[in-house]
């Protein structure tokens, strides 16, 4: 088969979000340098008052990163002393060791075949009479059923919180990700759908105590309004300025950029080989705003490296489920066999604002034509 040299096809590029915020961020940074506030200060609350509105929750806090934001809450609602904290396996690492690093033990569970979620069975079937919490990933993106984990939740007792990290701007039946939960915890790492120019996070509730809480642990567990009242230990884990600039810049793009996101996706599937590059499920209630889209193939490796081959950029989330990543192995006997089976077979293709459908139409051609040729082989 021969073929002319084609552009690349990148995984992701963050060229197109960058450059549509890049003269406002300029000017506010201006404002910042000016003011010299670089730490706190009144662009950090406006980008903390609109991402709380946002969400549809009454408080919003900003942290370093997305890891802060999970392991303060987790610390702010009294998880430690090794309390039992049910995560699913299938997610980014961060979810589990943020229960660690709050003195938890993460309780690994299997996933849905289809969407590769937390479901209410898979949850129950884990609980234990030592489990306190419970964290729900929105993994890619995509909302589980949350009106019946927030029940599973609540009928043993469980504080239910939202590792939202993928997925600003879902909705579970027109409801915000994030707002379900007890809190809800974001990433603003540059590569998500809502990313800084750096690190950066965000934990939001309409629970003002545990807001409260979570802002003196941020910031050295300050006493709220003292400089030198350190009344618990916290650590230092602060949303700056600068970064607050670039996010309160690109909120308003948000839901833009998130349809564009639901349109590659959508364009994906009808494109797709169902049999052979079977896309992972979105649930009716879920308005998933496809951080990742993720098909599910066999011989995954050698399909990835036939793709690069052609010029199209992959990648896996995640290629060892978390219960088998040695620091966390010995937490589980049982095998999780969901996640196992499915680790082999992801593969996440390029989905972000400006791609243009073109080249999901070229990157839909090449993986069915690459499949195909296996599926004859
Ligand atoms: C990115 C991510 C995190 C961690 O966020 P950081 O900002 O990188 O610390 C946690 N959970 C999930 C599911 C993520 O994708």
């Known amino acids: 088969m021969s073929s002319a040299v084609r552009d690349t096809v990148p995984f992701l590029d963050l060229g197109p979000t960058t450059q549509a915020v890049a003269p406002v961020v300029v000017d506010g940074w201006n404002e910042t340098l000016t003011a010299s506030a670089f730490i706190g200060g009144p662009a950090v609350s406006e980008f903390e008052d609109a991402f709380a509105r946002f969400c549809s929750t009454s408080q919003a806090v900003g942290t370093a990163n997305g890891t802060d934001a999970l392991h303060l809450t987790l610390r702010a609602l009294g998880i430690g002393g090794g309390d039992e904290v049910l995560v699913p396996t299938n997610t980014f690492v961060a979810t589990a060791e943020a229960v660690l690093l709050a003195g938890g033990s993460p309780r690994f569970v299997d996933v849905d075949p289809t969407t590769l979620l937390l479901t209410p069975d898979t949850v129950e079937a884990a609980v234990t009479p030592r489990t306190r919490a419970l964290v729900v990933v929105h993994l890619y993106g995509q909302m589980p059923d949350m009106t019946a984990l927030v029940d599973v939740a609540d009928r043993h007792g469980l504080l239910l919180v939202e590792d939202a990290a993928q997925a600003h701007g879902a909705a ?206």
């Open 172 to 377: 579970w039946q027109g409801r915000p990700a994030g707002s379900f939960g007890a809190a809800g915890c974001f990433s603003f790492y540059p590569g998500k759908n809502l990313g800084a120019f750096g690190d950066a996070g965000a934990v939001v509730t309409s629970d003002p105590h545990l807001a409260d809480t979570v802002r003196s642990l941020r910031d050295h567990g300050r006493a709220a309004g003292s400089h030198h009242d350190h009344e618990r230990v916290g650590t230092n884990s602060r949303l700056d300025a600068l970064q607050a600039r670039v996010l309160t810049a690109k909120l308003p793009l948000l839901p833009a950029w998130n349809a564009e996101r639901r349109a590659v996706a959508a364009a994906y599937r009808g494109l797709l080989d169902p049999e052979r590059a079977t896309m992972v499920a979105e649930l009716p209630g879920s308005h998933g705003v496809y951080h990742l889209v993720v098909i599910r193939v066999s011989d995954r490796d050698l399909v990835r490296r036939q793709l690069a081959d052609r010029g199209i950029g992959t990648g896996v989330h995640y290629p060892t489920p978390c219960h088998r990543l040695a620091p966390y192995a010995s937490l589980t006997s049982v095998r999780l066999e969901v996640a196992e089976a499915a680790a082999g077979e992801i593969l996440s293709l390029p989905v972000y604002p400006g791609m243009g459908d073109g080249v999901v139409d070229r990157v839909a051609a090449e993986v069915n034509r690459v499949v195909a040729r296996r599926a004859i082989a």
